[in-house]
């Protein structure tokens, strides 16, 4: 009530004010046009009198002048005259104003101006308009002539104008009162009311953290944002209860809160640099509109936390449509977009540097030889010289970033930047420099196809940590670097010192977030009476299993079918009760290798199906459009078991969506062994994917699994992945590089030093 209250107030007086300043702006208007009329009719008077003053004045005839004053008063209905002698006394007064002032009038007496003269006095209480203009009395000297009006009108038109502005203001100042009431009530008091309400019944968990808005109203963005910050606390709260349970246990969870507390202390205001080729949000035009979107990354869902806790930078590709037109000069723009925490460099490369830095040198010459999938690497010299280019041109963006930062830290993520870490440590050897690998490290006689594998290796030693995803790859780097150079190996500490520089190698396996599932994935999930598989609604078999990849010929698809085919010829009983569903997201269409792969793929499965297809159902549901999170969800949630067949891989993070999806602690994992998720996950069915006969007996003991063993293989895994989340794998190496002791040579004069910075 106070705020309605407040608000008429205001309201009235405003209103009041420009009512009173409008009719004071009325009535000067209508007292000068007043003015303008009695000052015309008085001059007409004027030269009317002066026709018979001026004669009589010289002639002396002052009675007669007396007598004609009298009769024009009269006939004219005039306030008076005097006449003034050129000694300026009075001649001839009009009785009215002769018994006003004692027969002695002044008015007008010292009026000098030749062209006349006028003033309002007030005679005998009578509001008069006084004209005074001179006369000629003789050829010499000068009379004057004072003609008065009535002027009482004026104060009449001043009450009517103010009768007429406060008539005007009451109704005015009670309507708006009502209205202005009832607005409040509807538009702002009501909702105000609804929300607090809503608050307190969410404070007491009575109410879902999304507020229930009202489409147009005035307070929409409070509420989204009041929405926000619940669903916020909300998540808070959730996070705090699951480290509460786990601290019982004598676990510790890291959340995107504990990960930005904690680095932030660690990092203690140094600024934090990420340099990979995606970039975390793209720009895109969506109609006349220009959108943010955000790849799906785990490397995003890690770092992000800690760049806005640092305020730090993000060096990337541009890849968005609309990336140019949101950037300042320097190719710069803050993010996220609703609340801007940290900054997003990009870094602009032109379609030929594209074409041989990434899909060239990385994708058809390192990608092959890191993954022991039987492709033939390919290389050529102008792939390698775009590759240089391109480490230089993201060099320059970050020592730009870094420029005035004191021992910044740099996460450099990937295959892409072989080069950068040793251009950045030349450049500043203050800096803390990081290196995450994530793809396999092949053994040494692998790399050593590569033309330029010194240069790429001496490219990463200038990190002071290189970390791949687990230890086999570590022992494999330090083997391909001590078999191509001269250098001092420290096998006891995973280390290598080299051109009086130290970097350390350790494995630091990437993992997911490990956040329960979204409220819409989970309704789809929940209906009665519905099995795993009719809940996704195209699919009819008893019993589902899925697969989820790019099409890549690391990823072992075709090996998946063929084992799915076995699987089917050896137990026949399966048919028409089992389907398997395979996402395949198309991926690199650009290079002939994939072209071909999406193809075989697309080509298997239509002859598995041919071959078994009966009644309307098709063994294999090939799937090549991308899905989105909540649509993978509710598929892992809705499978048996999950095929993961990798012929070689880093890490292989969809095992570990899986297990991370499964809050019903139920499904099976089927992995391959020469996946690095393999190292972690010992509860999955381990398989060799080249062993077709192998991945058909997985197939059939994960659909036959007993539900007690589903269960505890599934426990362990998710508390695997629930203490090894990606949080903590961000955790890990940022406190790592923010520990490393730089030794970095200062010249002084006669004298080398080391200053070592801690």
Known sequence: MTLSFRLIALLVAGVTLVVVVAAWSEVRAERFALQVELQQRAEIVADRLREA?????????????ASTVERLVARQGLGGVAVYDANMNPVAVSTAISEATGGHPSVGASCVVPQGCSEFVSLGGRPLFAYTTPLQSDSSSAALLTVFLDASMMAGTAGRVWRNALIFV????????VITYFVMQSAVLAPIARTARWMRDLRFGRASPRAEGQAGSLLDPISSEAASLAQSLASAKASAEAEARLRETADSLWTPERLRVGMQERLRGTRLIVVSNREPYEHVHRGRNIEALVPASGVVTALEPVLVACDGTWVANAS???DHEVVDLRGRVRVPPDRARYTLRRVWLTPEEEEGYYFGFANEGLWPLCHIAHTRPIFRVNDWEHYRRVNRKFADAVLDEMHDVERPVVLVQDYHFALLPRLIKEARPDSRVSM???????NPEAFEICPWQQELLDGMLGSDIISFHIQAHCQNFLETVDRAFECRIEWDRLAVRRREHMTCVRPHPISVAFEPPSDEANDDLNRPGESGAAKLGFITAEFVGVGVDRVDYTKGILERFLGIERFLDKYPDYRGRFTFVQIGAPSRTRIKRYQDLLVDVQAEADRINRRFAAAGWRPIQLLEQTQNHRQITALYRAAQFCLVTSLHDGMNLVAKEFVASRGDDDGVLVLSQFTGAS?????????????????????????EMPAEERRIRMRHMRREVRTHNVYRWAADLISEVAEVRVETPD???G????????
């Open 53 to 65: 003053a001026e004669p009589a004045l010289r002639g002396n005839s002052v009675k007669a002048l």
């Open 679 to 703: 190292r972690e996950l010992r509860d999955a069915v381990r398989v060799n994917p080249y062993d077709t006969e192998q991945l058909a007996e997985a197939i059939r003991f994960a659909i």
């Open 320 to 322: 968005g449509d609309a």
């Open 170 to 177: 009451v109704p005015q100042v009670l309507l708006i009162v």
């Open 436 to 442: 995450f690998w994530h793809i396999p490290w092949p």
């Open 747 to 749: 010249r002084v004069p």
């Open 751 to 758: 004298a080398v030093l080391t200053t070592v910075h801690s």
